[in-house]
């Protein structure tokens, strides 16, 4: 499917006319009335401010200048952010076993609805770990001025789910740039640091995402690291391919799986189960987001 594409471009010829809609009228001045702010730009308020300034020049640039500042404050308005944090508390509970025992196919396997996670060698679950992340990253991606939808609205032990195919489709559901699915490893004591998971082509699946969400991915593993995000050394290119993950698989739109650390590595646990820790990994993965978006 390919409706994000379709989409997008819609939304950039509307960026398109919001800024034609701006230069022309200063250029006759004087503009009869501030140009009318498109609904896909909820900032426009900003740059429009002023352009009944008389005065051509005045009305020019008045007009035109603030264009700018506004852009990079909200270098990622009229973008949505498709956000999943990975797991649930309560998929660690036994009372919801059974639902959690539901399996689909996803292109190329049956898989389980969804699973508890890894942790920490003291205890500290995967579950809350990314749900902590991730409400720092939709902060901070709101601050930079995209719309982001959250796949969990709780971490709860009574709560489960929901299944990743639901996850998975979360995406198109709400109109997403991007799918962006945050996880952590739970892998050997020596292994440490940050890789991707993006989707192989599975025909009939993922062969309209599969190219984009690679191209992303690979931004988001050059921007990342950029910001300061420790390479995993135990992944070639901190990149798997991968055809069997449900969540990816489900996905008509760009999808990129992070695993943002080891959570078996102590050193590393020692620092992501901290609010600091946290803060630092949401930060390197909204620079991955900016990264991929080339915003
Ligand atoms: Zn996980």
Known sequence: MRMWATRRTAMLATVGAVVLGLTAPALAAPPPAAPKPSPTQPDSSVRTTGVSTTGILAAWETAASPVAPSRARRPLAGITI??????????SNPAHFAKLAKTRFNGTTVKGCNTSGTATNSGYPEATFVWN?????KKR????????RLTRKTNSYDRWGPCVWKRGKFGAKVGADLLLSVHADGSAPTARGFFVIVPAVVPGWTDDIAAVSRRYGQRMIDG?????????????GQMLVWDNITTLNFS?????????GNMRNSAEAGFMVTRKGQRAHAKWLVAGVRAALQR
Not at 141 to 148: C, D, I, P
Not at 252 to 260: F, K, S, T
Request: hydrophobic share 50%.
């Open 82 to 91: 498709a956000l999943d944090p990975g797991h649930q508390l309560g998929n």
């Open 133 to 137: 992340v991730s409400r720092f990253v």
């Open 141 to 148: 991606l709101q601050r930079l001025g995209a719309k982001v």
């Open 224 to 236: 990342m690291a950029a910001a300061g995000a420790t390479p995993a050394n135990y992944i070639n």
């Open 252 to 260: 008509d739109v760009p999808a990129v799986l992070v695993e943002v």
